[in-house]
């Protein structure tokens, strides 16, 4: 399906926008001001499907509309089914609700301890410092407040976050999301991980941010010596699919790990866009081409209007166990689900352990061969004595 998958063939450029002087394209406050941001946009330049006109319609009721023009680019505007267009371009699906569907699906309006900081885990926190998104993901865990369509007015209260970490000296691990954190300018995110490096007990810093995917612009060198100044500082993209791994993207990872940032990404998985193991495969490649571990693969959060998006367990654990073993460890991500209600990421495998027998596992490997490994080691015999002397030492 990708069968020269060299950088060099990877989409890049202005495309529709080869007009645009390239100091402005590069620009990405450039990319913000002209996002595609309703129907009225978007059909300009493609035609719509009723489904996505009505979707466009309604977007902004539930969860805004917003694609840079860079992200446009991807989308194959002749395939109603594009995989990127499906990402990032609403449906009317989204009006449905299924009844395993909630607003806030992981319970995160529980597990917070002030505005926009969740502290779940015994030693880390999520601390959300933004609502707002370079380009709005149709299946967002958060859109009950990404984007402010719904009226949640989310207002974080970085004093108050970061006197909750000061205060509690088991968080040692803080994770800056949102929203996307790379939507602030950089003083502001250069005051707070200033303020968060000043605070002893906070030993891990990381970033989840798709600003790099939807506008590599955003990777300035400017922002590159932020993140190195307040270093370690490490970084989950959130690349879905290979065409999105763009020339553009593949500079914008080099310049952060030059800038000493550990890349990882989080996949979600999703229907009709990365649920089959060739687009997983390539994906997970290309990462580790642009030095992006990927860390984790999500089953998509129970979100209302997402169920046009899901894709089953079997599915996911089926794509595991066709990358595992059959390619480099470094590639395959662990696959999770976010427990419904608030429980944390909880990992799903392929059960290789077929069986447990006279103390031995029995286990499979990834080309279905079987092999035993004992479950305790065993107390082991005196060795025979390889020489004359009987084990006595006296043969010197
Ligand atoms: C995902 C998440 C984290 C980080 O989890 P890791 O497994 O350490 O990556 C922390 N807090 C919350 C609330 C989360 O949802």
Redesign the pocket.
């Known amino acids: 399906m990708y069968p020269q998958d060299r950088p060099e063939n990877w989409p890049s450029g202005q495309g529709l926008w080869a007009d645009v002087p390239p100091e402005e394209w590069n620009d990405w406050g450039w990319q913000m001001r002209h996002r595609f941001k309703s129907a009225e946009d978007l059909s300009r330049l493609m035609e719509l499907t009723p489904s996505e006109l009505e979707g466009c319609r309604l977007a902004g009721t539930r969860l805004s509309l917003a694609i840079t023009p860079h992200f446009f680019n991807l989308i194959d505007r002749s395939d109603p089914e594009c995989p990127i267009r499906r990402q990032v371009i609403p449906r009317a699906e989204e009006m449905t609700s299924a009844p395993e569907e909630r607003i806030d699906p992981?319970g995160?309006e529980h597990?917070t301890v002030a505005p926009g900081l969740?502290h779940?885990?015994p030693d880390?926190?999520?601390f959300l410092v933004t609502d707002r998104c370079a380009s709005y993901c149709r299946y967002c865990t958060r859109s009950r407040l990404v984007s402010n369509a719904r009226g949640y007015h989310f207002l974080p209260e970085y004093e108050e976050a970061l006197a909750y970490i000061r205060a509690h000296r088991e968080v040692r691990?803080v994770?800056l999301s949102g929203g996307d954190p790379l939507l602030l300018a950089d003083e502001k995110l250069d005051h707070l991980l200033g303020e968060l490096r000043k605070i002893d007990h906070v030993e891990f810093l990381r970033i989840g941010s798709r600003a790099p995917v939807f506008s590599p612009q955003r990777v300035t060198p400017e922002l590159c010596e932020i993140l190195k100044k307040h270093g370690p500082v490490w970084m989950s993209l959130h690349v879905n699919h290979p065409r999105e791994c763009t020339r553009e993207l593949a500079a914008a990872c080099e310049r952060l790990s030059f800038a000493g940032v550990p890349l990882g990404n989080q996949s979600v998985l999703l229907a009709g866009v990365n649920d089959d193991a060739e687009t997983m495969k390539s994906l997970v490649h290309r990462l580790l081409m642009m030095r992006v571990r990927p860390y984790y693969l999500y089953m998509g959060d129970l979100v209302q209007g997402s169920a046009h998006l899901r894709a089953g367990v079997r599915r996911g654990v089926e794509i595991i166990r066709a990358l595992r073993g059959h390619t480099s460890g470094y590639a395959v991500p662990q696959l999770v689900i976010?427990a419904p209600g608030g429980g944390?990421?909880i990992p799903v495998n392929p059960d290789y352990v077929e069986e447990l027998e006279d103390g031995r596992l029995i286990l499979r490997n990834f080309q279905g061969r079987k092999f035993a490994y004992p479950m305790e080691p065993s107390v082991p015999h005196k060795a025979e004595s390889p020489c004359s002397c009987g084990g006595s030492g006296n043969c010197g």
């Open positions: 992981l995160e597990h969740v779940r885990y880390r926190v999520l691990d994770l976010d944390g990421k």
